[in-house]
């Protein structure tokens, strides 16, 4: 049976949201989400907690569906079993906190991954077959004690399930050979790939070095990149996102360019100062939020990575764990200007540093270690197997809208127990948890009393600052959302506001793209603060919120599952997953901007414009017209 997104192109899968449209003066809407209610856990808030051992170690994780989180792990003897051969893939359900095998048929060792638009999620890439100690397998067709064929042409596809019935299933087209790519969703929801390498090692050099550019659905044969021709030998996973000018920034080794992908025109910016942020060197890095406020302007943040030029990386006298990572951070507003500017250093130097955007608009930073780069091997040098040392077990957490120099802080945060190093990733659940796992600097599966850094299962929850305050139950989100259109209503009674009328004032509505967790990466993760205004009342302390569908552009936050939130007083809803876009592959459709009504703060609930003493009812005024009472008169329940 071919794979889903191949037997049924544009179709998005029944799991992220139920295809239904309520259509008003000639206006489609979505389905609404039922009100979220409180998360399920107490947390222990601003620590960790860890909650069970995963069945495989985390190299790649992503949040599938609102229950379920998916592991990807390199080929390896995990002890867990699936048709007679290791586990390196595995589901991990979030009610029940309960766990399947999966097979990802191939070796996945550092692949990349991301989701089309349409909701199906893309693993591409990998290794070779393996064998014992991650030596290459006496066939590459499979078989041996792993029985893994060689990954590195490979594109797994998953559409995720609730049901326990999905399975990874591999795309009879292949790709070129790729060992650390790459992966960014584009405004039509398909996918770009970039960069890797054929064989592997430490850092890439040219006579395995893959510098170029393919596309899933293909376009065609790859095509050259100069700035990943110019860049080794730290080019692997070039830094990579898709800005709202349409453009793609990358960054790679000091380097950074425009892509203009249609044309295939590289544009130089300035070389990023300080650091290598890419891997090996892995600085945490993510866009932060676009937001109304900020006109939707992408700036990128790089923190942390390590100084190390690039004839350092191959020399002999190079003695990696004994280097100390970098405090630096810096941030680019790519469309305003080609010139990085210096931000507020790290609390503490930090290399594998994973950055998480948490939905009160904040950035957590966690993983990773002080000395040293990501990878391992056998050298006499390394700390076991690791090129990392001195872990840093503390969070910390960065707030882009505060005063420069006093954007971090670790106050009362408090420290995991478990070493994070290589290998280790992170992801934001529905929640507003953030799940933690991974970490193996090994080349196969090593565990016992004398190994500093072992394979890891452990897998914990670190609970925010908001974790344990009572939710926001909004009423009314939608399930779909359009590029333009019309706004839509969502109501909130005197619990969702804290009994205030004024923290209307601050609430907002915000939608998150969680991304691909692997190597201090979470390709394609985004915040994006939807246009609001309000209808509140004074005199119950409830509200109704006018909110804008998504911005005119899809570049701004590409189409495909995401996470929605309302946010109050910093304190987000649970977050509903939902559908940004068509669900189809393509062109997106481009809607005229409704207006928002102009934010309001009336006295008396008792005013004649639908509101009821709960808080329950809804408008959305277009023209001068009440469109809920004109709907009601459309169906025969009220007379104008």
Same mark, same amino acid.
């Given at each position: 049976?071919?794979?889903?997104?191949?037997?049924?192109?544009?179709?998005?899968?029944?799991?992220?949201?139920?295809?239904?449209?309520?259509?008003?003066?000639?206006?489609?809407?979505?389905?609404?989400?039922?009100?979220?209610?409180?998360?399920?856990?107490?947390?222990?808030?601003?620590?960790?907690?860890?909650?069970?051992?995963?069945?495989?170690?985390?190299?790649?994780?992503?949040?599938?569906?609102?229950?379920?989180?998916?592991?990807?792990?390199?080929?390896?003897?995990?002890?867990?079993?699936?048709?007679?051969?290791?586990?390196?893939?595995?589901?991990?359900?979030?009610?029940?906190?309960?766990?399947?095998?999966?097979?990802?048929?191939?070796?996945?060792?550092?692949?990349?991954?991301?989701?089309?638009?349409?909701?199906?999620?893309?693993?591409?890439?990998?290794?070779?077959?393996?064998?014992?100690?991650?030596?290459?397998?006496?066939?590459?067709?499979?078989?041996?004690?792993?029985?893994?064929?060689?990954?590195?042409?490979?594109?797994?596809?998953?559409?995720?399930?609730?049901?326990?019935?999905?399975?990874?299933?591999?795309?009879?087209? $292949?790709?070129?050979?790729?060992?650390?790519?790459?992966?960014?969703?584009?405004?039509?929801?398909?996918?770009?790939?970039?960069?890797?390498?054929?064989?592997?090692?430490?850092?890439?050099?040219?006579?395995?070095?893959?510098?170029?550019?393919?596309?899933?659905?293909?376009?065609?044969?790859?095509?050259?990149?100069?700035?990943?021709?110019?860049?080794?030998?730290?080019?692997?996973?070039?830094?990579?996102?898709?800005?709202?000018?349409?453009?793609?920034?990358?960054?790679?080794?000091?380097?950074?360019?425009?892509?203009?992908?249609?044309?295939?025109?590289?544009?130089?910016?300035?070389?990023?100062?300080?650091?290598?942020?890419?891997?090996?060197?892995?600085?945490?890095?993510?866009?932060?939020?676009?937001?109304?406020?900020?006109?939707?302007?992408?700036?990128?943040?790089?923190?942390?990575?390590?100084?190390?030029?690039?004839?350092?990386?191959?020399?002999?006298?190079?003695?990696?764990?004994?280097?100390?990572?970098?405090?630096?951070?810096?941030?680019?507003?790519?469309?305003?200007?080609?010139?990085?500017?210096?931000?507020?250093?790290?609390?503490?130097?930090?290399?594998?540093?994973?950055?998480?955007?948490?939905?009160?608009?904040?950035?957590?930073?966690?993983?990773?270690?002080?000395?040293?780069?990501?990878?391992?091997?056998?050298?006499?040098?390394?700390?076991?197997?690791?090129?990392?040392?001195?872990?840093?077990?503390?969070?910390?957490?960065?707030?882009?809208?505060?005063?420069?120099?006093?954007?971090?802080?670790?106050?009362?945060?408090?420290?995991?127990?478990?070493?994070?190093?290589?290998?280790?990733?992170?992801?934001?659940?529905?929640?507003?948890?953030?799940?933690?796992?991974?970490?193996?600097?090994?080349?196969?599966?090593?565990?016992?009393?004398?190994?500093?850094?072992?394979?890891?299962?452990?897998?914990?929850?670190?609970?925010?600052?908001?974790?344990?305050?009572?939710?926001?139950?909004?009423?009314?989100?939608?399930?779909?959302?359009?590029?333009?259109?019309?706004?839509?209503?969502?109501?909130?009674?005197?619990?969702?506001?804290?009994?205030?009328?004024?923290?209307?004032?601050?609430?907002?509505?915000?939608?998150?793209?969680?991304?691909?967790?692997?190597?201090?990466?979470?390709?394609?993760?985004?915040?994006?603060?939807?246009?609001?205004?309000?209808?509140?009342?004074?005199?119950?302390?409830?509200?109704?919120?006018?909110?804008? $569908?998504?911005?005119?552009?899809?570049?701004?936050?590409?189409?495909?599952?995401?996470?929605?939130?309302?946010?109050?007083?910093?304190?987000?809803?649970?977050?509903?997953?939902?559908?940004?876009?068509?669900?189809?592959?393509?062109?997106?459709?481009?809607?005229?901007?409704?207006?928002?009504?102009?934010?309001?703060?009336?006295?008396?609930?008792?005013?004649?414009?639908?509101?009821?003493?709960?808080?329950?009812?809804?408008?959305?005024?277009?023209?001068?017209?009440?469109?809920?009472?004109?709907?009601?008169?459309?169906?025969?329940?009220?007379?104008?």
């Amino acid at each position: 049976m071919p794979p889903p997104i191949l037997s049924s192109m544009g179709l998005v899968s029944a799991s992220f949201f139920v295809a239904s449209f309520l259509v008003v003066l000639g206006t489609a809407q979505s389905a609404t989400l039922p009100a979220p209610g409180q998360p399920a856990r107490h947390g222990i808030v601003n620590g960790f907690e860890i909650i069970g051992s995963s069945l495989v170690s985390a190299q790649q994780i992503f949040l599938g569906t609102a229950d379920k989180v998916y592991f990807v792990d390199k080929v390896e003897n995990n002890p867990t079993r699936i048709k007679g051969h290791p586990a390196w893939a595995s589901e991990w359900g979030l009610s029940a906190n309960d766990q399947r095998p999966m097979d990802p048929v191939t070796n996945s060792f550092c692949a990349g991954g991301n989701v089309l638009g349409n909701g199906t999620w893309l693993n591409i890439g990998g290794n070779q077959g393996v064998s014992y100690g991650g030596q290459p397998a006496a066939s590459q067709y499979g078989g041996g004690p792993y029985n893994n064929p060689d990954g590195r042409q490979s594109i797994r596809l998953l559409d995720p399930c609730d049901d326990g019935s999905c399975d990874w299933v591999m795309s009879p087209t $292949q790709i070129d050979q790729r060992w650390y790519p790459t992966l960014e969703t584009l405004e039509d929801g398909t996918m770009i790939i970039l960069g890797g390498c054929r064989n592997g090692g430490y850092v890439n050099d040219a006579g395995q070095d893959n510098p170029t550019i393919e596309f899933f659905p293909s376009r065609g044969r790859p095509i050259t990149s100069p700035i990943l021709q110019r860049t080794l030998p730290a080019n692997l996973y070039p830094l990579t996102w898709l800005l709202p000018s349409g453009l793609l920034l990358i960054q790679s080794n000091w380097a950074t360019v425009f892509l203009n992908y249609t044309a295939n025109e590289e544009t130089p910016l300035d070389n990023i100062p300080d650091a290598v942020r890419v891997y090996p060197a892995s600085a945490g890095t993510l866009m932060l939020p676009l937001t109304p406020e900020n006109n939707y302007t992408a700036t990128i943040l790089f923190c942390g990575g390590s100084n190390i030029q690039p004839e350092r990386w191959t020399s002999p006298s190079f003695i990696v764990p004994t280097y100390a990572a970098s405090t630096s951070c810096v941030r680019l507003t790519p469309d305003v200007s080609r010139r990085y500017q210096r931000d507020d250093p790290l609390p503490e130097a930090r290399t594998m540093a994973s950055f998480i955007a948490l939905p009160d608009g904040r950035v957590l930073n966690l993983n990773g270690g002080r000395m040293g780069t990501a990878g391992y091997g056998n050298n006499s040098w390394a700390v076991g197997h690791s090129y990392a040392d001195n872990p840093v077990l503390r969070p910390a957490i960065y707030d882009p809208n505060a005063p420069q120099g006093q954007r971090w802080s670790t106050e009362g945060l408090q420290a995991s127990t478990v070493p994070r190093m290589y290998h280790s990733s992170a992801v934001l659940l529905p929640d507003g948890s953030v799940l933690v796992s991974g970490s193996n600097p090994n080349p196969d599966y090593l565990v016992g009393p004398n190994i500093k850094y072992p394979t890891e299962y452990r897998t914990e929850l670190f609970y925010p600052s908001y974790y344990n305050e009572r939710r926001p139950q909004p009423k009314g989100l939608l399930a779909k959302y359009a590029y333009g259109g019309q706004p839509f209503d969502v109501s909130l009674d005197a619990e969702d506001l804290f009994n205030d009328v004024s923290n209307v004032n601050q609430t907002k509505v915000v939608i998150i793209r969680p991304g691909f967790s692997t190597h201090a990466i979470n390709m394609g993760q985004r915040y994006v603060e939807l246009a609001t205004s309000y209808t509140a009342y004074q005199e119950n302390s409830t509200a109704i919120l006018h909110v804008s $569908q998504l911005p005119p552009n899809p570049a701004i936050i590409a189409p495909g599952p995401a996470l929605i939130f309302v946010v109050v007083k910093g304190v987000p809803s649970i977050g509903g997953l939902v559908m940004l876009g068509s669900g189809q592959l393509g062109t997106q459709p481009i809607l005229p901007v409704g207006e928002l009504p102009q934010a309001n703060i009336i006295a008396s609930a008792s005013n004649g414009n639908g509101q009821n003493s709960t808080g329950a009812a809804s408008t959305i005024r277009v023209g001068g017209f009440n469109r809920v009472l004109m709907l009601l008169a459309l169906i025969g329940l009220v007379v104008l």
